[in-house]
């Protein structure tokens, strides 16, 4: 059982920024990417952000440039720092370890909890 907690989520106002952190103490860290996804009432769950397992980042074209992925191998951790937040941020975000594959990343069966951003405008 693979166990992911996340932290960090609340609320803030427009223009503001939040760090999210997800710690998976019982995965092989070091060899897998990892993302966020995050998931709007209504909407289907979709991938904000990955990290390879060099250091490679990718993003969503709503979110280049106010995001940055980060991994720290030596604490089991990745984080999602979220700057210049905006309203239409706001969703339940969620952490993935995954795998980097033929260009693409991989999503794993294996997901946080969970943590809600709100941003109001």
């Known amino acids: 059982q693979v166990q992911l907690v996340e932290s960090g989520g609340g609320m803030v106002q427009a223009g503001g920024s939040l760090r999210l952190s997800c710690a998976a103490p019982?995965?092989?860290?070091?060899?897998?990417?990892m993302a966020w996804y995050r998931q709007a009432p209504g909407d289907k769950r979709e991938l904000v952000a990955y990290i390879t397992s060099g250091g490679n980042t990718n993003y969503a074209d709503s979110v280049k440039g106010r995001f940055t992925i980060s991994r720290d191998n030596a604490k089991k951790t990745w984080y999602l720092q979220m700057n210049s937040l905006k309203a239409e941020d706001t969703a339940v975000y969620y952490c993935?370890?995954?795998?980097?594959?033929?260009?693409?990343?991989?999503?794993?069966?294996?997901w946080g909890q969970g943590t809600q951003v709100t941003v109001s405008s």
């Open positions: 019982g995965i092989v860290f070091s060899g897998n990417a």
């Open positions: 993935n370890p995954g795998t980097f594959w033929g260009g693409a990343y991989s999503p794993s069966d294996y």
